[in-house]
């Protein structure tokens, strides 16, 4: 019997990518063998860090991991996952809340292009944090040192200097 390869996205704006977001991406390439972190332009939010930086922020922190490959995309997640021959999208879970809007956005996606949706609850230590929660107490000078890579918060600090 011969195995089927499993093609991933795990799509997301990662402005900037948080502990839990690798925790994510950790946990799904133990059911994937393919596993493409894409880097989405979400026209609602103000960016941080340009799509180019944090695709080079990612690729930095998964450069030896096997089954990883980090690419930006613009317009529709769905679309862009028909392109890319995707098996499934990979969402974590953090509360009800994001379950909410996930369980109708992984229906959503269901109906317009067939692609189905695996959930990751979140470890514990991470349920809280989200990357706008960074943007917001980083800028007024709380250290989020701790809930984000080392190199990354190198960035945010460089980052929020030149501003």
Do not use: C
């Amino acid at each position: 019997m011969n195995k089927k390869h499993i093609r991933a996205i795990f799509p997301g704006t990662f402005d900037p990518i948080t502990n839990g977001h690798i925790d994510v991406a950790k946990r799904g390439l133990k059911m994937f063998d393919e596993l493409i972190i894409a880097v989405g332009a979400n026209s609602v939010k103000t960016d941080l860090f340009t799509p180019q930086e944090r695709v080079k922020m990612i690729e930095n922190i998964f450069k030896d991991t096997p089954g990883v490959i980090v690419e930006s995309y613009d317009g529709l997640t769905v679309e862009y996952a028909k392109s890319v021959k995707a098996d499934v999208m990979l969402r974590g879970l953090r509360n009800l809340t994001d379950v909410q809007y996930e369980f109708q956005l992984a229906m959503t996606n269901r109906a317009v292009a067939g692609i189905e949706t695996v959930f990751v609850m979140t470890s514990e230590e991470f349920g809280f944090v989200s990357s706008t929660l960074i943007r917001e107490v980083a800028t007024l000078g709380g250290d989020v040192s701790n809930l984000i890579p080392e190199p990354v918060f190198q960035e945010l600090q460089n980052k929020l200097k030149k501003k």
